[in-house]
């Protein structure tokens, strides 16, 4: 249950309708409506292929969410097979099965909440996968976070990782992620929710509590797994800044607390 003077945030990453475990989707399903968020958020790939059917099956499962939805693209939300529409029109599935809008935006009276897509239709490497925060994306991004409160939590989805996972690098980074992430510290940004990587882990931006925390998540549904469970995060935003952290993960059948990523932030000077 959520507690009194908090907001609760699903966060989801990487579901892969096309790629899924049914008995993990019911489960999933089951376990945010015995529990219900203020917001559920998928940060990217819906799907494995942008195929139609999946991106059906996709917007079934978050119809039966008891919360509204924030999601942005991932990479394979974009068609790999016909390629006029990948250049052409890139995200008209989404747009028409999941929502007109590709970096939405949500906020209550604590929390603020911004899409940021990093998905990109080509690029200047042969792996099209790789995504960018681009000159133009960003701009708005920071445009949207400064339109919020200032009193408020903000937090920015996006799909591909800002940094690599501890004590290694990955060519999977998203491209223009160090001025990226310096804009993100420089507008108050608390958190950055992201995937892609199919991996769970947290890092610190930057050298000080200023800089946001990157939340990188596991996949809650897939079938692709590298090494890990599925798993997603509730993240609970109290009054006067304080945030807690429970990851949770899939075994023995149920959703189960993962006691040892337990996390807690203290709030912001600012806060």
């Known amino acids: 249950m959520i507690p009194a003077g908090a907001t609760r945030i699903s966060h989801l990453t990487d579901i892969h309708f096309g790629a899924t475990d049914p008995a993990v989707v019911a489960g999933l399903i089951a376990d945010i409506q015995a529990d219900p968020p203020d917001l559920v958020v998928i940060s990217g790939d819906l799907t494995m292929a942008a195929r139609r059917w999946e991106f059906r099956a996709a917007r079934h499962f978050i119809e039966q969410l008891?919360?509204?939805?924030?999601a942005v693209p991932g990479n394979h939300d974009i068609t790999p097979y016909k390629l006029v529409e990948r250049f052409l029109l890139p995200y008209a599935r989404w747009q028409e099965e999941i929502s007109p809008d590709l970096e939405p935006v949500w906020q209550d009276g604590r929390v603020g909440v911004v899409g940021l897509n990093t998905a990109h239709r080509v690029g200047p490497h042969l792996d099209w996968s790789r995504g960018r925060v681009t000159h133009t994306r960003l701009a708005r991004l920071l445009a949207r976070l400064?339109?919020?409160?200032?009193?408020?939590?903000?937090?920015?989805?996006?799909?591909?990782?800002?940094?690599?996972?501890?004590g290694e690098t990955s060519p999977q980074i998203v491209g223009n992620a160090k001025r990226a992430l310096a804009a993100f510290a420089a507008h108050g940004v608390r958190l950055v929710l992201?995937?892609?990587?199919?991996?769970?882990?947290?890092?610190?931006a930057g050298p000080d509590i200023h800089w946001p925390l990157i939340l990188q998540g596991g996949s809650a549904t897939s079938t692709r797994l590298r090494g890990e469970t599925n798993a997603y995060r509730r993240i609970t935003v109290h009054d006067g800044g304080r945030i807690d952290i429970e990851p949770r993960v899939w075994g023995s059948g149920a959703w189960l607390v993962d006691p040892e990523r337990l996390l807690t932030l203290d709030p912001t000077p600012n806060s």
Request: glycine fraction near 2%; charge should be positive; charged fraction near 10%.
């Open 66 to 70: 008891p919360a509204p939805t924030l």
């Open 146 to 166: 400064d339109a919020l409160p200032a009193c408020l939590t903000k937090i920015v989805v996006a799909h591909h990782p800002l940094l690599a996972p501890p």
């Open 194 to 204: 992201a995937g892609h990587l199919h991996r769970s882990y947290v890092r610190t």
